[in-house]
């Protein structure tokens, strides 16, 4: 079992650290959550924190074999404004993380793809009506930070009836930092175009996992695929995510992506669970 930097009282105490003003920190969660704090503005992406999943598939032909610890029990964090869910694939949208967040944060926003409105509010048990839509190229401002809807491809991009998006990224502006976070998506044609019209984007958390068939789920970009974005889309750092939390559906950063990001000369930063990164204002 691969150890976070930091997990539990420990993790907290590090998230609590006095922000100076305008200075970004995230932290990564594992898999494609993190932990956004500007100010005391707090926001989660995509956060998974439970064994739902290596529960649900213990006796199956696919097991889900947990590789990273845990890095903070979902009651433990506290204070959050917003979380987002990218699209409804259970580590992106885990009922076991999201209602333990929902009870302890009771005024905290719920940012979801407008298409699975009805989805989320079955899986959580909340009504239909709170959470906070968007689609692609729909925007929101939610307690100081501004998202803006990207279309994801996991593996195509899926749409409603309606042609909402099912799954989505987001293009996050929160004072005078951009992220972009981009879901689970491969890369389609006019991606790159799109995100370049937020630029300039200083953080882009993109998965590393890749596409692989015999997995028999759906794909992302692998490493090279992120650093090349990253460096399409002129982004001043771009951390990799998506690996390390399953056995079956993971990537070694330092075998596709980080000589890609050297031989681009692309900035990058690979964390460990647990670990912050910071921007200075």
């Given at each position: 079992?691969?150890?976070?930097?930091?997990?539990?009282?420990?993790?907290?105490?590090?998230?609590?650290?006095?922000?100076?003003?305008?200075?970004?920190?995230?932290?990564?969660?594992?898999?494609?959550?993190?932990?956004?704090?500007?100010?005391?503005?707090?926001?989660?992406?995509?956060?998974?924190?439970?064994?739902?999943?290596?529960?649900?598939?213990?006796?199956?032909?696919e097991p889900?074999?947990?590789?990273?610890?845990?890095?903070?029990?979902?009651?433990?964090?506290?204070?959050?404004?917003?979380?987002?869910?990218?699209?409804?694939?259970?580590?992106?949208?885990?009922?076991?993380?999201?209602?333990?967040?929902?009870?302890?944060?009771?005024?905290?926003?719920?940012?979801?793809?407008?298409?699975?409105?009805?989805?989320?509010?079955?899986?959580?048990?909340?009504?239909?009506?709170?959470?906070?839509?968007?689609?692609?190229?729909?925007?929101?401002?939610?307690?100081?930070?501004?998202?803006?809807?990207?279309?994801?491809?996991?593996?195509?991009?899926?749409?409603?009836?309606?042609?909402?998006?099912?799954?989505?990224?987001?293009?996050?502006?929160?004072?005078?930092?951009?992220?972009?976070?981009?879901?689970?998506?491969?890369?389609?044609?006019?991606l790159a175009?799109?995100?370049?019209?937020?630029?300039?984007?200083?953080?882009?958390?993109?998965p590393i996992?890749?596409?692989?068939?015999?997995?028999?789920?759906?794909?992302?970009?692998?490493?090279?695929?992120?650093?090349?974005?990253?460096?399409?889309?002129?982004?001043?750092?771009?951390?990799?995510?998506?690996?390390?939390?399953?056995?079956?559906?993971?990537?070694?950063?330092?075998?596709?992506?980080?000589?890609?990001?050297?031989?681009?000369?692309?900035?990058?930063?690979?964390?460990?669970?647990?670990?912050?990164?910071?921007?200075?204002?």
């Amino acid at each position: 079992m691969i150890e976070p930097l930091l997990r539990d009282d420990a993790f907290l105490a590090d998230v609590e650290r006095p922000v100076p003003a305008g200075e970004l920190r995230l932290w990564w969660l594992g898999q494609s959550g993190f932990l956004v704090r500007l100010g005391n503005r707090r926001l989660l992406l995509d956060p998974y924190l439970s064994d739902s999943l290596t529960n649900k598939y213990a006796t199956t032909e696919e097991p889900h074999v947990r590789m990273t610890a845990r890095v903070i029990a979902p009651e433990r964090l506290t204070q959050i404004d917003v979380v987002t869910s990218s699209h409804n694939h259970t580590d992106h949208l885990d009922a076991d993380t999201l209602r333990p967040l929902l009870a302890g944060n009771p005024e905290m926003a719920l940012v979801i793809p407008e298409a699975n409105r009805a989805f989320v509010a079955q899986r959580l048990g909340i009504d239909p009506a709170e959470p906070i839509g968007l689609d692609d190229g729909a925007s929101v401002t939610v307690a100081g930070f501004e998202f803006h809807g990207i279309a994801a491809a996991h593996n195509e991009i899926d749409r409603d009836a309606s042609g909402k998006c099912h799954c989505l990224g987001y293009i996050i502006r929160c004072g005078p930092w951009t992220l972009y976070h981009s879901g689970d998506t491969l890369l389609y044609p006019d991606l790159a175009e799109k995100l370049r019209a937020f630029a300039p984007i200083d953080v882009a958390l993109l998965p590393i996992n890749g596409h692989k068939p015999e997995r028999r789920v759906a794909g992302n970009l692998d490493g090279a695929e992120a650093a090349q974005l990253a460096h399409a889309i002129g982004a001043r750092c771009v951390i990799p995510c998506h690996y390390e939390m399953f056995e079956f559906n993971t990537a070694d950063p330092r075998e596709l992506f980080v000589p890609e990001c050297e031989r681009l000369a692309q900035p990058y930063r690979v964390l460990r669970a647990g670990e912050c990164w910071s921007a200075g204002a």
